[in-house]
């Protein structure tokens, strides 16, 4: 009996529930991420150490993520990114796949990065549960300001 | 962090649910597939059901010293709020159309209240104060002529603050006696005591309720089965309709292990609980005395007295409350949160939210809940306060807001 209800369930067990809201399940990506972030800062940058800052969100809403970049200013590519958040858990594991993502290969292109979206970051992520796309968006946003803040001190 | 880990959980969750007790189990076993009868059968095996339930309903209905007429049985501690809420107002509406809850009700009160709301029921919101703890002035200001429900839970299940419900009562039955008119029976008082189960008082008499809430699931008996007191002569629009069961008031066939569950589990915690809540209230002490000492910038949320003795509630300010739960769930550790992120409401905690702190939403995403319960021993709790410190020390050190003074 139970060696055939094993079997069973090797066959079916690519048909799961189409309700994601209430699956709270992350990928063992995801957990890797949380547990182990990549790129964090866990200090204040020293003056000088990074090209610009971007900050968003607000403690109020739950999240706030701050991040720092450098850029090379020839080739114009990201070549390292840190990065702060008070957010749950998606918030550091999506963070901290962002800034691999950015970073990795001898650092992105600008413009390049820019393309990134949280659909991305998600995928590389190995999907999240569907009430938490909206947690991995922030550092998105954050690289963004941070983006903004580098060209206007560039212009200056 | 690795080499500390163990494969046992440390169960701190037990105002979400509590494991059903074994003696409850076994209580149950003979009425899945030996007694099944359906109780309304004339038959040996129907009356034999029918008996079950009386017996069970009789045990309820002496803990709470009332009339076994006065227990209606429900699907949990949902539908029995749920049925408080619209049977009432369904029932009453003729007679006024205003309810007053707390802000901190659970949300099984909070739902039917919106939803009354959009057919045209007024509803007050009752503040609290800094501990949760209703304002009884307001309370006696928001009374009117059409107000004929009050619902305000007896214990909350995140901050574990316990309502003067007595006083609450009195206020309500002066009110009554100084408007003794045509309708000297409103407004109605219901109780929500799903946490508040096998800690604290439940004779309606004593409580001065009309209507109480009772659920399995808390009391280490089996979910989805609860009761709904309801003093007789108190009327309901019932939510279900069919074969009548439940004196009319809640049809479909009755759940009898379930509700033989019920019966074995209330009466257990009712049995055991001097001693728990004398055993339980020294462990929560302890507990959150070494929190508040060992991790800088926490608060405690709730009242530090008049608190269920199994709630403990704090907000460790600059991390994320999903965060440290899973961190906490990596040691084996099972607690909960007021966090957004940890809702599907994506809003955080409306009871910690609704306590008037400052910088109230930071407070309730960094709240972290854990409730102890029978199985829960001193060792438990100093395994998790080895761990806690560290686990805030790296989430601090990740976290964008620096912890203030």
Known sequence: ???????????????????????????????????????????????????????????????????????????????????????????????????????????MEINEALKITPQDVVKRLGGLPAIKIHCSVLADQAFKAAVKNYLSRQRK | MDKNKIKKIIYMDYAATTP??????KEMEKYWSEIYGNPSSLHSLGRMAREAIDNARSRIAKILNCGTDEVIFTAGGTESDNLAIFGVAHKYKDYGKHIIVSKIEHHAILRPCEVLEKEGFEITYLDVDKDGIVNLEKLAKSLRKDTILVSIMYANNEIGTIQPILEIAKIISD?????????????????????????????????????????????????????????????????????????????????????????????????????????????????????????????LNGHAIKRLPNNINVSILGVEGESVILMLDDYGICASTGSACNSKSLEPSHVIMALGKAEAKEVAHSSIRFTLGKFTNKKEIDYVLKVLPGIIERLRSISAITAKK
């Open chain 2, 20 to 25: 059903v007790a074994i003696e409850v189990k």
């Open chain 2, 175 to 299: 009110f009554k006696f100084k408007m003794q008119n045509e309708r000297k029976t409103l407004p109605l008082f219901h109780t929500d005591a799903c946490q508040a189960a096998g800690f604290l008082d439940l004779n309606v008499k004593n409580l001065g309720v009309d209507l109480m809430t009772l659920n399995g699931s808390k009391i280490y008996g089996p979910k989805q089965i609860a009761i709904l007191y309801k003093k007789s002569g108190v009327k309901l629009e019932p939510l279900i309709y069919g074969g009548g069961q439940e004196f009319n008031l809640r049809s479909g066939t009755e759940n009898l292990p379930l509700i033989v569950g019920l019966a074995k589990a209330l009466e257990l915690v009712e049995k055991n609980k001097k001693f728990e809540v004398k055993r339980l209230t020294k462990l929560r002490d302890y507990f959150i005395k070494k929190i508040l000492k060992l991790i800088p910038q926490s608060i």
């Open chain 1, 1 to 107: 009996m139970i060696k055939k209800s094993k079997k069973k369930k090797k066959i079916i067990g690519d048909v799961v529930s189409k309700d994601v809201s209430q699956n709270w399940v992350y990928s063992a990506i995801v957990k890797d991420h949380f547990f182990h972030p990549r790129n964090f800062l866990d200090r204040e940058p020293k003056k000088g150490e990074f090209d610009a800052e971007g900050i968003v969100g607000s403690p109020a809403c739950g999240d706030v993520m701050r991040m720092w970049i450098k850029v090379d200013k020839k080739t114009n590519k990201i070549k390292d990114l840190k990065w702060k958040t008070f957010g749950c858990a998606t918030a550091i594991a999506s963070t901290s796949m962002f800034s691999v993502m950015v970073t990795e290969n001898g650092g």
